[in-house]
């Protein structure tokens, strides 16, 4: 198993201003990322994945040294407010890997869709650390430390050292493989 640093729940593009995903938009990212000292993010934009699934297409043809994991963050129905309820998923090939991003309070209905959690997020510094770490260990969940950088230069500011086959390992079959651009 190969360990690598990344930063799984990032927001680059909105750092951006959101441009189009091209070769230049990508190359500043991957810069950002290689001054970093990572070896890869994961690019997951709010509430949509066409940014992390493009950026992931160009980074493999044009910067193959560097992984872009695409992703999405997501809004989770539900009686809290709404940046107490909020998850990210991975996109692994046919896979999906899914983690409560910041959490302030227990949601078991939230946790019981994933396979990681939060226990650091560097814009997040309020979150409840220490919930999310004994949630990560009575439920078997993997704990992520991430920057949730909304500007590129807090990329890799909390990141993990982890391997890609673990997340896919502990990942679950997506249910619309054939259409990786759409939620589901």
């Not at 993990?160 to 651009?181: A, M």
């Amino acid at each position: 198993m190969r360990y690598l640093k990344l930063d799984l729940h990032t927001h680059p593009f909105e750092a951006m201003g959101f441009p189009d995903p091209s070769i230049d938009t990508v190359a500043r990212i991957v810069r950002r990322v290689k001054e970093s000292g990572l070896d890869g993010i994961a690019v997951t934009e709010h509430e949509t994945p066409f940014y992390g699934f493009k950026a992931a297409e160009i980074a493999e043809e044009y910067f193959p040294e560097v992984i872009v994991i695409p992703g999405v963050e997501l809004n989770v129905e539900g009686l809290s407010p709404v940046t107490h309820r909020q998850i990210v998923e991975l996109y692994l090939g046919e896979r999906v890997f899914r983690f409560q991003a910041h959490p302030y309070e227990e949601c078991p209905d939230i946790l019981a869709l994933c396979q990681g959690i939060e226990v650091k997020n560097y814009l997040h510094k309020e979150m409840n650390s220490k919930l999310a770490e004994e949630a990560a260990a009575k439920l078997n969940l993997v704990p992520l430390r991430n920057s949730d950088a909304h500007r590129l230069e807090d990329l890799g500011k909390h990141y993990n050292i982890i391997s890609v086959e673990l997340l896919v390992d502990r990942s679950e079959r997506r249910k619309n493989s054939n259409h990786p651009w759409m939620q589901y």
